[in-house]
């Protein structure tokens, strides 16, 4: 079973940026991802950008692979992006 995970806008920055309101660690999201994946035998795919456009594309992409999952963060995209809300509605006919 394989999983993707989409982070958004930023998310790279983890550790780096306001560090006061998003923390001090860097990369431990996706150790974290990663190390429970392993624990549960799934297969998982991180993915970020900072680019809307990026985001539709590998939403697009994971209608054709075998992605049993996509748990995504679009992070400020949240608020204003109806490309990847669109995007992810086509998506609710995964099989």
Not at 44 to 72: M, P, R, T, W
Request: hydrophobic residues 45%.
């Amino acid at each position: 079973m394989k999983i993707l995970v989409i982070n958004g806008v930023n998310m790279n920055f983890l550790g780096i940026r306001n560090k006061e309101v998003y923390g001090n660690k860097d990369n431990y999201l996706l150790k974290m991802i990663e190390e429970k994946a392993k624990e549960l035998k799934v297969e998982v795919e991180c993915f970020q950008s900072n680019h809307e456009g990026a985001i539709v594309d590998k939403l697009q992409e994971a209608y054709f692979e075998d992605v049993a999952g996509i748990v995504i963060n679009p992070a400020a995209f949240t608020h204003t992006s109806v490309a990847i809300r669109d995007a992810l509605e086509s998506l609710s006919c995964i099989k």
